[in-house]
């Protein structure tokens, strides 16, 4: 089976920076993030592909950005300005280009002063 394994959480003042890695056992040509805050539903944040190809979602804002390097297997999620609003569960989320979809465990982002 696929594992995704998250890092780079924690906590951050309002106005800071955070950059999340997701390390997957194996190649997959889509990976992205979602997060899910409390009471609310999970949502989706961005997408890459083998290729580099991206799409945000409009929680993004322009303030975070997606990349990938594919000798490692890993892609990453680089915020910015980070608002109390973002504090969520953020999750990896990952498939096959023939299909499967897998997801990481999630990693805490709390955003507070």
């Known amino acids: 089976q696929v594992q995704l394994v998250e890092s780079g959480g924690g906590l951050v003042q309002p106005g800071g920076s955070l950059r999340l890695s997701c390390a997957a056992s194996?190649?997959?040509?889509?990976m992205g993030w979602y997060r899910q805050a409390p009471g609310k539903q999970r949502e989706f944040l961005a997408r890459?592909?083998?290729?580099?190809?991206?799409n945000y979602g409009d929680s993004m804002k322009g303030r975070f950005t997606i990349s990938r390097d594919n000798a490692k297997n890993t892609i990453y999620l680089q915020m910015n300005s980070l608002k109390p609003e973002d504090t969520a569960v953020y999750y990896c989320?990952?498939?096959?280009?023939?299909?499967?979809?897998?997801w990481g465990k999630g990693i805490q982002v709390t955003v507070s002063s």
């Open positions: 989320h990952a498939e096959f280009i023939a299909g499967g979809e897998y």
């Open positions: 194996e190649n997959l040509y889509y």
């Open positions: 890459i592909t083998w290729g580099a190809t991206t």
